[in-house]
């Protein structure tokens, strides 16, 4: 299984962005998403996650700016960024967990590889 983030750019401060996030792959069901993101000499934290349900979470610091949604047709989970910040300058990565095939069936987490959000006048 591959996740595929896109959507990342360059943009000023109270601009937008919309993140795309596609796993592709023996898929059998994602549960889980979760948009993670690291900006330079800091940790990796959680800032959004949507269950199967659709039930979301978001970090205080991105509440009501920030909303996740997600095409389970499509094994797809989107990040709407709005009201854009200098602070939220970083690598933005999409987390997964789910069943896919390979053989047999097995249940794993997976990680896509990043996309750039750099917010700047």
């Known amino acids: 299984v591959q996740l595929q983030a896109s959507g990342g750019g360059l943009v000023q401060p109270g601009g937008s962005l919309r993140l795309s996030c596609a796993a592709s792959?023996?898929?059998?069901?994602?549960?889980?998403w979760g948009w993670y993101r690291q900006a330079p000499g800091k940790q990796r934290d959680l800032v959004a996650s949507?269950?199967?349900?659709?039930?979301?979470n978001y970090a205080d610091s991105v509440k009501g700016r920030f909303t996740t949604s997600r095409d389970a047709a499509k094994n797809t989970v989107y990040l709407q960024i709005n009201s854009l910040k200098p602070e939220d300058t970083a690598v933005y990565y999409c987390?997964?967990?789910?069943?896919?095939?390979?053989?047999?069936?097995?249940?794993?987490?997976?990680w896509g590889q990043g996309t750039l959000v750099t917010v700047s006048s």
């Open positions: 987390n997964a967990d789910g069943a896919y095939y390979s053989g047999t069936y097995y249940y794993d987490e997976f």
């Open positions: 792959g023996s898929i059998v069901k994602i549960n889980n």
């Open positions: 949507i269950t199967s349900g659709g039930s979301t």
